[in-house]
């Protein structure tokens, strides 16, 4: 079972790099408060389902399965298991925070905050 949408067929159906940002709620100014833990894990996790190479590295590594995380998304352990698995791939870790447009020390304080 694929956890990803499938993909446009025509190239002209892909977004510009620029609409693949995903966006988090605003805060009043960046020097403001940030998104919260809870939902900065939530687009973590989107970020990490968007490859599927990526989202099966992920499930493996972390033994969850499909049902597992959708049941799991109350549960602070389960959140932070997509933080988890990008602190642990510095390459994901910028990548992520860059399509995030947070800084990659915001999502390891998500994650630190989530499961202290």
Do not use: C
């Amino acid at each position: 079972m694929s956890l990803l949408a499938p993909h446009p067929t025509k190239t002209d159906d892909y977004p510009s790099k620029e609409d693949r940002t995903i966006p988090l709620p605003a805060a009043p100014d960046r020097d403001g408060p940030s998104a919260s833990p809870q939902v900065l894990a939530l687009a973590a996790l989107g970020w990490v389902l968007e490859s599927e190479e990526r989202a099966a590295r992920f499930l493996d590594l972390t033994g969850l399965d499909p049902d597992m995380l959708r049941a799991g998304l109350g549960d602070p352990a389960i959140l932070a298991s997509p933080l988890e698995f990008l602190t642990n791939h510095e390459p994901d870790l910028i990548r992520a925070a860059e399509a995030l447009a947070v800084t990659p020390e915001e999502l390891v304080a998500a994650k630190d905050a989530l499961v202290p």
